[in-house]
């Protein structure tokens, strides 16, 4: 690292006559010296003593958000600023933030694979202790295990519990009501397994309407939950951490749903869509051309329905329906949505933990199961919150997967182009699981 | 005294530039290749250095090299479809009698817009439920053409071209448009007086006459299309299956969904050392070809 001598000559004035060597100097260094006041080193928060910053990825959540931190504002005389970055910036502005060492306060909590970098690096308190009162009986025990790193986790995150979530998704099927009565089925009697459903598929085909879509970006969640027809949580993780390989029969099984779909002549257009808006397409497809009878997608979808398509409320949701073969409980893919991380760093972190706090308790969590249609983290919110296209799958919030690992983004990648390329014939199962087990040894 | 007066000068009205290069440019550059040796997940402030580890893993990994070969061919497309496209609309535009300010304009309005409005747009019109593509194939009655034109592997490269083409041509057109207004009219009436027809005063006259134009518009219509990124995330995002896969494509996905930065800035280095070793090779072939159609045309002359 180069030494800077410029730097007491910046000043012109201080000269009583400057060269054009100096005066060089002096733009040299004035010039380093702003690059370098750039990439500050500061310790860390976004915010001024007096307002604490949320930097928000929530474009749904985001009115309801600014609403409960003016409430909150009201409240204690604290002032939040709900800094709305939006999903296709957030983790870039996160990361930004990380490396100028200028973090926000409070931020939006993702998925462990995401956060886990900022988890390790030291920008997110761990609420482990705080939760073993009574704030953490408040939330559903399932919501607390998703959002737990464990011991030897496969991210080399130290264990612990490093954000707090204010939402329970799951992910499930949706489907057009009027569509399937059309077709002489009942909506209301969701299908006792995945037979009798592609065979409900089938009569939806009959009926001159497009059966089931789903996005390939969503391909790995609808596989890992129909998985768990054949293995427990113990085993999904083992093949998750890479401790068992993906080619066994239990494997082989889930796949084959793919197949049998595929060769049902059910999946629309024949193939799954992919691009960097393949699932609000197929959101598109059902909730506002309704060119599709059924959907996989997660609860956040009814939101989506809410503010795209509000005329639109005659369709329903179930999980995954179980394997005819399946030697397990079917549970869904789900654990923890919406929620934050406090930044410890922070001059403001025991204010922030405090509205944290708040933003969880079940008062806030009805306010925002009004606003926003999702299913509340909190046990104590009245079901009659819930709204009624999600009653399918809230009956079974408690049957969610809680495995300790989540696949790592290699794998979930190779997954996806696998599952599309079954889809198109290209590939067997087989092929594709030895594409994961390549994927699982190269990360 | 007086030159390195003016040489100061010069240095100080140079210097803001010089370093908003450095800083945004030069700096980035050697951090990237350094990067390319070390491990980082893009926020811890550990890299620690692991030689050629990266590079090995880069060598090993049969998706890039895939992805490289889509490259190539999105690269062809750009170099010989969508100049051959530019080019003709260029002569036919100079050539117009009436309307070449409208045409002009029309031309050049696909370049106008970001990549990622035209990935938005295609995807609209070619979605195989309510893309405006098969609704007006339906409409004409031409149901059986109407094609998952984005799903099917086989048509999506040719449809991820097709919009990396339209996106494309306003650029070409322009400045081959200029081009063919440099070249001298008498060159034409000479080409005449001696019997040339269309086809010869094209082969002789213009395509020499326009070598220069044509070099450059090859080299950056070349690195356009091995560079594609933004199309191809918002149509296909290397889909169906991997078909559509770009290296700049990979490169994202390893540094920002797999937060593996340090392979991302190994693959970097190695298809930037490969899109310069192709724009060298280019602007070779194009002097060649530009330094013997020239000295023909002066002989001509």
Same mark, same amino acid.
């Given at each position: 690292m180069r030494r800077d001598h410029t730097a007491e000559a910046a000043s012109p004035a201080a000269a009583t006559f400057l060269s054009r060597r100096g005066f060089l100097g002096a733009v040299g260094g004035g010039l380093a010296a702003t690059t370098l006041a750039a990439c500050g080193s500061g310790g860390g928060s976004t915010g001024s003593s007096s307002e604490i910053v949320f930097m928000n990825q929530s474009r749904g959540q985001a009115a309801a958000l600014g609403q409960l931190a003016r409430k909150y504002t009201q409240q204690t005389g604290v002032k939040i600023k709900i800094d709305d970055v939006g999903p296709a910036d957030f983790l870039t502005k996160l990361q930004s933030s990380s490396q100028s060492r200028n973090m926000p306060d409070i931020y939006s909590a993702m998925d462990s694979f995401s956060m886990a970098p900022y988890y390790k690096a030291g920008w997110a308190m761990d609420?482990?202790?705080? &939760?073993?009162? $009574?704030?953490?009986?408040?939330?559903?025990?399932?919501?607390?295990?998703?959002?737990?790193?464990?011991?030897?986790?496969?991210?080399?995150?130290?264990?612990?519990?490093?954000?707090?979530?204010?939402?329970?998704?799951?992910?499930?099927?949706?489907?057009?009501?009027?569509?399937?009565?059309? $077709?002489?089925?009942?909506?209301?009697?969701?299908?006792?397994?995945?037979?009798?459903?592609?065979?409900?598929?089938?009569?939806?085909?009959?009926?001159?309407?497009?059966?089931?879509?789903?996005?390939?970006?969503?391909?790995?969640?609808?596989?890992?939950?129909?998985?768990?027809?054949?293995?427990?949580?113990?085993?999904?993780?083992?093949?998750?951490?890479?401790?068992?390989?993906?080619?066994?029969?239990?494997?082989?099984?889930?796949?084959? &749903?793919?197949?049998?779909?595929?060769?049902?002549?059910?999946?629309?257009?024949?193939? &799954?869509?992919?691009?960097?808006?393949?699932?609000?397409?197929?959101?598109?497809?059902?909730?506002?051309?309704?060119s599709v009878a059924a959907i996989y997608d997660g609860t956040s979808a009814v939101g989506v329905a809410r503010a795209t398509a509000p005329d639109f409320t005659d369709f329903r949701s179930f999980p995954v329906p179980k394997a005819d073969d399946g030697t397990q409980t079917p549970r869904m893919v789900g654990g923890t949505a919406k929620g934050a991380a406090v930044n410890p760093r922070s001059k403001n972190a025991d204010e922030a933990l405090k509205f944290v706090r708040w933003l969880t308790d079940p008062a806030q969590q009805t306010a925002f199961a009004k606003e926003v249609p999702l299913i509340p983290s909190a046990q104590a919110v009245p079901t009659e919150n819930i709204p009624r296209q999600l009653t399918g799958i809230a009956a079974k919030i408690s049957d969610v997967q809680l495995v300790a690992n989540q696949m790592n983004q290699q794998v979930i990648t190779a997954l996806q182009k696998g599952a599309e390329a079954i889809v198109l014939k290209e590939r067997s199962v087989d092929e594709v699981l030895g594409d994961l087990d390549t994927a699982q040894r190269r990360a | 005294m007086r030159h390195r007066n003016r040489m100061?000068?010069?240095?100080?009205? +140079?210097?803001?530039? !010089?370093?908003?290069?450095?800083?945004?440019?030069?700096?980035?550059?050697?951090?990237?290749?350094? +990067?390319?040796?070390?491990? @980082?997940?893009?926020?811890?402030?550990?890299?620690?250095?692991?030689?050629?580890?990266? #590079?090995? @893993? /880069?060598?090993?990994?049969?998706? #890039? @090299?895939?992805?490289?070969?889509?490259?190539?061919? #999105?690269?062809?497309?750009?170099? /010989?479809?969508?100049?051959?496209?530019?080019?003709?609309?260029?002569?036919?535009?100079?050539?117009?009698?009436?309307?070449?300010?409208?045409?002009?304009?029309?031309?050049? +309005?696909?370049?106008? #817009?970001?990549?990622?409005?035209?990935?938005?747009?295609?995807?609209?019109?070619?979605?195989? *439920?309510?893309?405006? /593509?098969?609704?007006? !194939? *339906?409409? !004409?009655? !031409?149901?059986?053409?109407?094609?998952? @034109?984005?799903?099917?592997? *086989?048509?999506?490269?040719?449809?991820?071209?097709?919009?990396f083409v339209w996106y494309h041509w306003g650029f070409g057109f322009i400045l081959f448009l200029a081009g063919r207004q440099d070249v001298p009219g008498e060159l034409y009436e000479a080409?005449?007086?001696?019997?040339?027809?269309?086809?010869?005063?094209?082969?002789?006259?213009t395509w020499p006459g326009m070598s220069h134009v044509t070099g450059i518009v090859s080299v950056l219509t070349l690195l356009s299309g091995l560079q594609i990124f933004g199309t191809v995330q918002v149509l296909t995002n290397g889909g169906p299956a991997g078909h559509t896969s770009v290296p700049t494509l990979h490169i994202y996905q390893q540094a920002f969904q797999f937060n593996e930065y340090g392979r991302a800035a190994a693959m970097s280095v190695i298809f930037g050392a490969c899109l310069v070793a192709l724009a060298c090779v280019q602007l070779w072939v194009s002097r060649r070809l530009g330094g013997s159609t020239n000295s023909r045309t002066e002989k001509g002359r």
């Open positions: 609420l482990t202790d705080r &939760l073993k009162g $009574a704030w953490g009986d408040t939330f559903r025990p399932a919501t607390i295990k998703a959002s737990t790193f464990e011991a030897d986790n496969s991210q080399g995150v130290k264990p612990g519990i490093y954000s707090a979530h204010w939402e329970s998704p799951a992910m499930g099927l949706f489907v057009n009501a009027a569509m399937f009565k059309a $077709a002489g089925l009942d909506p209301d009697r969701p299908p006792a397994t995945m037979s009798e459903f592609i065979e409900q598929l089938r009569k939806i085909k009959k009926s001159g309407k497009d059966p089931i879509w789903f996005a390939a970006s969503l391909s790995n969640q609808l596989i890992q939950s129909y998985a768990s027809n054949y293995f427990t949580d113990e085993e999904l993780n083992a093949t998750f951490t890479g401790k068992a390989g993906w080619k066994s029969e239990g494997w082989r099984k889930t796949f084959q &749903l793919l197949v049998d779909l595929r060769d049902a002549g059910v999946i629309s257009t024949g193939s &799954l869509p992919s691009g960097n808006s393949d699932n609000p397409n197929v959101e598109k497809a059902f909730f506002n051309t309704r | 100061l000068a010069a240095g100080v009205f +140079l210097a803001p530039a !010089l370093a908003m290069i450095a800083v945004f440019t030069v700096i980035p550059f050697v951090q990237g290749i350094l +990067l390319s040796f070390q491990s @980082w997940d893009g926020v811890s402030p550990d890299t620690p250095f692991v030689g050629l580890d990266n #590079f090995r @893993w /880069v060598m090993d990994d049969a998706e #890039f @090299w895939g992805s490289m070969k889509n490259a190539v061919v #999105f690269g062809a497309v750009g170099l /010989v479809v969508a100049n051959a496209v530019s080019m003709v609309m260029a002569l036919a535009v100079h050539h117009a009698r009436r309307g070449s300010a409208f045409f002009r304009t029309v031309y050049y +309005l696909p370049g106008v #817009f970001s990549t990622v409005v035209v990935g938005v747009m295609f995807s609209w019109f070619l979605d195989p *439920k309510i893309g405006i /593509v098969n609704q007006a !194939l *339906k409409t !004409l009655g !031409l149901d059986g053409l109407t094609h998952n @034109w984005l799903g099917d592997p *086989k048509t999506a490269v040719i449809a991820v071209a097709a919009v080409a005449s007086l001696d019997g040339a027809r269309s086809w010869a005063q094209f082969r002789y006259v």
